[in-house]
């Protein structure tokens, strides 16, 4: 995962929208006095110039209508955002990191109630336990 500022991203926005170097650096928020030297400062840059290459390499986004998720749930949508392979990957791993407790849970994970529960039977076997009721007879007595 290539991680990058701000700044950097939407340089590489602007840049892939069909900006020249210059234009995309203004566009980033660089200075219009030193657009010039930052783009070739950026472009020679080995992160930016590896996410270019990624984003270059992958297949273009299929035409047709935009994403509806109107009928999606919220887990459903950050499980495409996550699936996603045009998306930038800090906020891939973003979708993937709030989605993990929704997906597995931790072992032995119990909530106060069940873990109120589980420790009163506990405590309640063994030589804690309650003694069974006395067996009740029924006696009659004869008077002479």
Request: with cysteine.
């Amino acid at each position: 995962m290539i991680i990058l500022t701000t700044k950097q991203t939407d340089f590489i926005k602007a840049y892939l929208i069909g900006n020249d170097g210059k234009q995309a650096a203004i566009a980033a928020g660089y200075s219009a006095a030193s657009a010039g030297v930052e783009c070739c400062r950026l472009l020679k840059n080995p992160r930016i110039v590896a996410e270019l290459a990624r984003i270059k390499a992958l297949p273009p986004a299929s035409p047709g209508k935009p994403l509806d998720t109107a009928d999606q749930s919220p887990m459903g949508y950050l499980l495409g955002i996550m699936r996603d392979e045009r998306a930038e990957p800090a906020l891939r791993m973003l979708a993937a990191a709030k989605l993990l407790p929704f997906m597995h849970s931790k072992a032995g994970e119990k909530g106060k109630k069940e873990e109120r529960q589980a420790a009163g039977e506990k405590a309640a076997s063994g030589k804690f336990a309650v003694p069974s009721a006395p067996r009740l007879a029924v006696v009659t007595q004869l008077h002479d």
